[in-house]
């Protein structure tokens, strides 16, 4: 957990063309990225690596352990890119602090390197996708449908009143997959989606777990879904049947509840939307509420923020540590850091964490896939199923290269 002793601790900043792409300079393989609407962060290299231990207290000792390292490299322009695993008690959480992070925003462009800095060049596309096989992960459709029932059964015979449960799926290239190729379609097709890549882990996520830039806090929540339709009738019924339905209403109000009871102890400001609207993304659209605040506290950070609202209900459940033991008992897998928090912060408290869905493990020819539902009373498992196969579409299509 210490930090690694630099032969140079010399940071330096500079500006670059702000015309262009962010995308051009992510490297093929092992990026750093933090991207929205052609806005965000990248990273090339490594000047640290932390591995996380696990246990409750796994943001808190992340943040000491790059306060450690900004001290001693004497700068706080320098950004780390975080992943945390979804449940306390598994390991594998990663911060990396990049050797060069390049910065795209409000039309202005810089660099910032720790040390000498790697050569900033643009890279090619690397052709055409590698073929891709699909083949069930830790448990059949059907056996996830199972648990689905169980869950339904616990919800009506125990103090649970909402439980997300995810599934699997593995991916085999004929090839390695070029991650930046992975990253630069799913910004294609999720422009208003945080596109991110740490430590292996891919993904366009929707929500925004907590966002901080001085002493302004926002939060995206997300719970509820629905697929599209390319028919602009079959799309507009679709978005008017989430907004009416009774269940995903059930599922969206037991997040907002938490969503506030968590973030309003932090601000002394805070304003949540009166009413749940819809995010159409490009394969499926969610009830969305906003939040956004000011800081009681100026010193809170924004992964301090991050990790005092996660888990979610939106990704975990109601009660959380009732439905928390009901994953680990059911879901017939080890999520790793898929629905945990994924984004990027700097030395000042400032940050981006979003929660890591629409993801996938990549690891040479080898991807892991990850989607989940929220599962209340009448929830029905057979819809549940369907519902996490329009979340898998955005990672298949990002893999094959399909649209």
Known sequence: MNAPTLRTSAVRSWTLDPAADLLDYVPPSAPLAWIRNGEGVIGLGEAARFTIPAGPDRFARAEEVFAEFANQVG???????????????????????????????????????????????????????????????????????DSVAHAVRAIHTTELEKVVLARDVVARAEQPIVTSEVLRRLTDRFPDCFTFACDGLIGATPELLAARHGIRVESLLLAGSSRRSADPTIDEALGTALLESTKDAIEHKLSVESLHQTLAPLCKELELDAEPWLLRLANVQHLATRAVGTLADESTSALAIAGALHPTAAVCGTPTMAA????????????????????????????????????????????????????????????????????????????????
């Open 75 to 145: 700068s706080s322009d320098i950004v780390a890119f975080g992943s945390f695993t979804f449940d306390p008690r598994t390991a594998g959480s990663t911060l990396i602090v990049p050797q060069l992070s390049i910065t795209r925003r409000d039309g202005q462009m810089w660099a910032t390197s720790i040390g000498e800095p790697p050569p900033i060049e643009k890279y090619r596309a690397q052709g055409l996708p590698t073929p891709i096989n699909f083949t069930s992960g830790s448990s059949t459709p059907e056996q996830w449908t």
């Open 324 to 403: 928390l033991d009901l994953i680990r008992e059911s879901e017939g897998m080890d999520r790793g850091r898929y629905c945990g928090p994924v984004g990027w912060m700097n030395a000042e408290g400032n940050g981006e964490w979003g929660i890591a869905l629409r993801c996938a493990h990549i690891d040479n020819d080898r991807a892991r896939l990850f989607a989940g539902c929220g599962i209340v009373a009448d929830s029905d498992p057979a819809a549940e199923l369907a519902e996490t196969e329009v979340k898998f579409d955005a990672m298949r299509a990002a893999l094959s290269g399909e649209h």
